[in-house]
């Protein structure tokens, strides 16, 4: 099958698989775990909060090569493949599965350079008129410096390829942003660094957008806001994410309307001129400037930790809707409701994260969740004697529902007090911009 035929599986959706072991896997696997038809969901390799929910299971075969997951895709008879992270999805794991048959949702690889190369990814924002900072592409370090010397501002400089969310330094100073373009042609991010993006820095808050896509249609879904640096007040060093909220109030329904003509229509438009079938999540990562909205990053996934403050927002036709999607056939699919609730995700880290994370804790978490409580496991894995113990840096989101932000934030905080482990990390002030941090 090439990349653009329509998968042949069948139309009934009861077995899924979802790759991967995070917090969004996690998220992912419990909204599905609400629909009804669905029998079984396997979460490959998962972790140690996978089959807290019902009809959910962690799978590990011995290897967790292509090969071997395609082959128990088809062993357990499974109708959808979800790939969570962007690894396997730049890897083309998406292409084998749709080879072998699959229904996939998750890009193949050639759409996944919209994260897998920010040159690529920019050269597709400027062929389709998507605002996004001025830039240089380069992989010469003398260039580089040339290019600073000329242009006499700070710049942020960025690894073409993928750094697991390292690979960007923002620099404050000409003097940084030499040391950056030093440090980047170092070979410190491998062959990430050997393509260097200088781009022109810019100012505003920041808001990420997801939609998912047929290949030809797409529904986008609330906007939400990360927070992106491991400490307080916005602090040190960036991490994958240690808290997210949803909606985010900055982008009212009439803002979210005109992104989507603006950035995520002319997208999916670009994708396709370049032959490019693209079945999955767009996420762009905006900066809402003085001169207007400009994309910072695409990336072909939910993000982590935006997607466990998205999914409690989600109707129970999500499973549905993402099942259409893979087949290409979102004309097909109910419409997407989501709740009113305001939604909030607060992630608790290892002590050491994001350097060094230390792992080995055992975890306690001293009361159940409820249904406008979630927590969603990420870097855990349980022992011989059954205990929960912390395997990763990001180890648990806990995740709140509300009328209000305040409630929402209120009830996360107020479970944090109940889990425990040594080492346990999370920041106090998510949410900062749209709450009273004082209380
Ligand atoms: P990224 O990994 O591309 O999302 O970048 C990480 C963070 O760097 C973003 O969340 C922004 O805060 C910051 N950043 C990226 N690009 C720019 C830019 N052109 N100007 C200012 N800040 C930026
Ligand atoms: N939370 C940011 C990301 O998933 O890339």
Known sequence: MTKNQKPNGSSELKRVLIVGNGGRENSIAWVLSKNESIQQIYVCPGNGGTANFKKCHCLKPKSQDEKTIILECQRLKINLVIIGPEVPLANGLANKMREAGLTVFGPCKEGAQLEA???????????NDIPTANYWTTKSKDEALEILDRFQKPLVIKADGLAAGKGVIVCETIEQSKNAIKEVFSGKFGSAGNKVILEEKIEGPEVSIFALCDGEKLIVLPPAQDHKRLLEGDKGPNTGGMGAYAPAPLISQQDLQDLTELILIPTLKGL???????IGVIYAGLMLTASGPKVIEFNCRFGDPECQALMPLMGEEFATVIFSCARGELEKAPKLKFNNLCSACIVAASKGYPEKPQTGSKITINSDSNSSLQVFHAGTTIDQFDNIITSGGRVLSVVAQGESFDKAFKLAYDKLKDINYDGMHFRKDIGY???DIST
Request: aromatic content about 10%; proline content about 0%; overall charge positive.
């Open 117 to 127: 190369s920010k040159d690529w990814a920019k050269t597709l924002m400027i062929e």
């Open 272 to 278: 396709k001129r370049k032959k490019i079938n693209y």
């Open 433 to 435: 911009q749209i709450r």
